[in-house]
């Protein structure tokens, strides 16, 4: 999971509990464990930081209607969880988004009898540069301000974000033809075609 802080040199070896409502979870019961879970990892950062879990392994995977109404064809799918700890990981707590195949396998373990996991994350916190493609199509009044219009690239897909990318560009080349005066009727899409920002 995104943000996840490192775990101790050489990893660690810990047993698993199923915990369905942390709000209901006895802190006392988690201690040194790996919390295993079908809420979003963020939700039991309270519970594991208090009774001293190891770690999560979190199944969440939503459902959005009309847009995603079941999980077939994701279940070698784990989910990118980019919301686990923000903007820093003060907690010392790492995480796991597990795939539904891997959490139906663990889940399966998990009914012969107890389950014990190693765990090695290998991670850090660092100052970087994130690059960023800009441009500018001038306006006729230099009082009017900006607009800004603006597509991320770094989550891993083409609804997020990069059909929204895409979309961008093609607004702004509309955009620099009509500031130019090409009409509509003479557009012709090309990857080539020449931009003007």
């Known amino acids: 999971v995104m943000h ?8 660690i070896r810990a047993g698993v509990l199923r915990v369905e409502d942390p709000d209901a979870a006895d802190p ?11 809420r979003p990892a963020r939700e039991l950062i309270p ?6 879990a190891a770690g999560i392994l979190s199944e969440y995977f939503p459902l959005y209607p009309g847009v995603r109404d079941n999980l077939d064809g994701l279940d070698e799918i784990s989910r990118w969880d980019n919301d686990f700890k923000v903007p820093v990981n003060d907690t010392g707590l790492f995480a ?13 373990e998990m009914e012969k009898g107890p389950v014990t996991l190693y765990a090695r994350v290998d991670t ?5 540069e994130c690059s960023t493609v800009s441009g500018l199509l001038p306006g006729s009044d230099p009082e009017a301000g900006e607009i800004l219009l603006y597509g991320h690239l770094y989550e891993p897909g083409a609804e997020d974000n990069g059909s929204g990318c895409a979309m ?6 509309s955009l620099t033809r009509l500031v130019a005066g090409v009409s509509a009727s003479s557009w012709v899409t090309s990857a080539s075609g020449l931009w003007g920002i």
Do not use: H, I, Q
């Not at 996840?4 to 990893?11: F, I, Q, W």
């Not at 006392?28 to 079908?38: I, P, Q, R």
């Not at 850090?124 to 970087?128: E, H, K, L, S, V």
């Open 47 to 52: 519970l594991t930081v208090s009774g001293g």
């Open 28 to 38: 006392a019961s988690v201690a040194g464990k790996l919390l295993f879970t079908n």
């Open 4 to 11: 996840s802080a490192p775990s101790p040199e050489g990893g």
């Open 96 to 108: 796991f988004s597990l795939s539904p195949r891997n959490a139906n396998r663990l889940r399966a």
């Open 168 to 173: 961008l560009l093609e607004l702004a080349r």
């Open 124 to 128: 850090r916190f660092y100052d970087g």
